[in-house]
């Protein structure tokens, strides 16, 4: 990639802990390079950064392209959830329409391990189609997602999301407002509890939530692992430290 362009504005597409790390990372290391970090705008405590920042959508692939020419920005860095798939197809259209670098941050997926009992799904559609009938599920799949569950109401559901559901839950569902826990007691107690027969979650990788899947080995709870969505070509980097790297290599070449 030829990275022989200043770099005087960064637009980090935010929504995960990297993301948040990286603002952290690139304010205190390239303290010159602007840097601004954009939200969706879903989850409505938002960390203070403090660095600049912009919530809610752009308005499509247009209203991205405008931003990224009044705001002259050289570099987009996606580091979005990797089921964000829109913003990342919008992200590398609007890149290639203003001739923007980008770079995504792809998290590696996770893969299944000794003692696991995984059935992959292609989407939120197909597993809630798979979830046998009066099966005790365990929805991991957050809050945009579970409505594609809510006419399998033939099964009991515990529901685990940030923010509130936008529309009712079956009444015998349970839904807790939580984060992920990172502790495997805990997912394992809570699976437990409610006597969960099948674990739901899309194959978000990381190691922030993948205590759910630990647990679920443990007590031989099968899972159905929900596919990512298929994303466009783009420079992509597996860890923040690679796209520091990339940032870096970037800001050399300016000199
Ligand atoms: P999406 O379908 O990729 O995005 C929908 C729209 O939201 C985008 O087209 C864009 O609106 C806006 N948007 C998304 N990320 C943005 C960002 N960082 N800055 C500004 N606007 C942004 O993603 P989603 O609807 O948010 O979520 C899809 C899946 O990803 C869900 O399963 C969700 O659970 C998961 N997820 C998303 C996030 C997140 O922060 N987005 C975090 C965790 C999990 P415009 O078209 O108007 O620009």
Redesign the pocket.
Known sequence: MDLTRTLDHILL????SE?RQLAKSIAQRFAAVKLT???????KDLPDLGVPT????????D??VSYLQEKSVDLII?????????????AVDAAGQTDTHLIRLERPIWHEVDGDTWQHVAS?TAAAEALPKKSRAFLS?????IDKFTYRDDCFALVR?IEPPERPLPDHWHLVLERPSKSVDAERHLLKHHKITHLVT?N?GGASSYAKIEAARQLQVPLLMIKRPALPDADTASSTAEVLKFVEQFVDGCD
Do not use: W
């Not at 597409?13 to 995960?16: C, Q, R």
């Not at 580091?79 to 197809?89: E, K, L, Y």
């Open positions: 597409l935010a929504g995960t993301a970090v954009s939200f969706a705008g879903v989850v912009r919530i809610g959508g752009f308005g499509g692939v209203g991205l996606d580091a979005t959830h990797p089921f964000a798939a829109q913003m990342s197809r919008h939120t799949v957050g809050r945009k997602e999301m899309k978000s």
